[in-house]
């Protein structure tokens, strides 16, 4: 068994938003609808001030009240201890979103047929080769690219992020970079108080 799980290092983010747009390519995700997000705040007065950033997306909680709150079994866990919406399960009621603490899941109001990325426009031959994996009148978020880590490969956020701030792998090994990285540095998942065990960690929070 595996349990893919991602440690962020917030005192490295340059907020440049590369793991955000690479996302958005990566799952050709709707217009408006971002799996991937960097949350910006400001702090101090200038000139004694700065800007915090805070990458965020589905947390892939292993007590996760998305799963339990889905009356369908559309939201699931699957092998490597990632949550999972089943399209074809889903009815569009959104009691996960409700249920979420952390936001990360969108509801796709319209296919990318009936809302295309460029408003006025045809779509581009890349959406119309990509719409049918948005179908209308479900849930989304991040599936911890779950089509490249079955290649060997990082998802796309890890593998873009310039400062290399996110670290992917294997919770269930302790050999694993992100098992030491997280001894390490001392990483903790956001909000742990609510028990939903998220797969992500985070170190470095302002
Ligand atoms: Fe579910 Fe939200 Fe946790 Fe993701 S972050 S697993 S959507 S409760
Ligand atoms: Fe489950 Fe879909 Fe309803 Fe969310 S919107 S609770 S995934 S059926």
């Known amino acids: ?5 991602m440690m962020i290092d917030v005192s490295t983010c340059a907020g440049c938003d590369a793991c ?7 799952n050709a995700t709707p217009h408006g609808m971002y799996w ?5 705040g400001e702090y101090g007065t200038y000139p004694n001030s700065g800007q915090t950033v805070l990458p965020i997306g589905c947390q892939h909680c292993t007590n996760a009240p998305c799963v339990r709150a889905c009356p369908t079994g559309a939201s699931h866990y ?8 089943d399209y074809d399960k889903c009815i569009g009621c959104r009691m996960c979103m409700g249920a979420c603490p952390y936001g990360a899941r969108e509801f796709n109001w319209g296919s990318m047929d009936e809302n295309p990325y460029y408003e006025g426009f045809e779509q581009t031959p890349y959406e119309q080769m990509r719409a049918s994996e948005h179908p209308r009148g479900v849930v989304e978020k991040c599936v911890m690219c779950n089509g490249r880590t079955a290649q060997g490969k990082e998802p796309a ?8 701030s996110r670290v992917f792998g294997d919770l269930d090994d302790p050999d694993s970079e992100i098992c030491k990285q997280i001894a390490e540095k001392g990483a903790h998942p956001l909000m742990e108080e609510l028990g939903t065990r998220p797969s992500v960690y985070y170190v470095g929070l302002q």
């Open 36 to 40: 991937c997000k960097v949350i910006k």
């Open 157 to 164: 956020c890890v593998q873009t992020c310039i400062t290399k």
């Open 20 to 26: 955000v747009m690479a996302c958005k390519y990566q």
């Open 1 to 5: 068994m595996t349990h893919y799980g």
């Open 78 to 85: 699957d092998e490597n201890g990632n949550v999972q919406v």
